[in-house]
């Protein structure tokens, strides 16, 4: 399963949901259960989810350089956040639609999308 999120397991680095990233993604990612989940990064858009369920994993590869981890990319696979990120099924949303990201102390909405 592959998802797609976006993050930084660091608060206190620079870089937040919000930022582009050092890399020229037209997304950021997590592939789990071979599906890509994408979170948004404008200030608008970013989702902070406050009812979890149980941990369904963690990123295990992470790289913000494209091209460096060839397509298609592995399970567990983040292009924004680092190895270690908890994953989560979000409360009354099936994981089909979207899961939740560790960020720090609080949680980020990835939604299933195509690439």
């Known amino acids: 399963m592959y998802v ?3 993050g930084n397991n660091d608060p ?16 950021a990612f997590i592939i789990w259960d071979d599906e890509t989940y994408v979170i948004n990064r404008s200030d608008t858009e970013v989702e902070y989810v ?24 592995p ?15 979000i409360r009354n949303i099936e994981i089909t639609e979207a899961i939740a990201a560790e960020y720090g102390d609080q949680y ?4 299933r999308q195509e690439l």
Do not use: F, M
């Open 108 to 111: 980020i909405k990835a939604k």
């Open 50 to 73: 406050d009812e979890i369920e149980g941990q369904i994993g963690a990123v295990e590869t992470y790289s913000d350089e494209e091209g460096a981890v060839p397509y298609p990319y």
């Open 75 to 89: 399970n567990k696979h983040s292009n924004y956040l680092e190895e270690g990120n908890k994953l989560y099924k």
């Open 4 to 6: 797609c999120v976006v």
């Open 12 to 27: 206190n680095r620079s870089t937040s949901p919000n930022h582009e990233g050092s890399a020229d993604w037209n997304a």
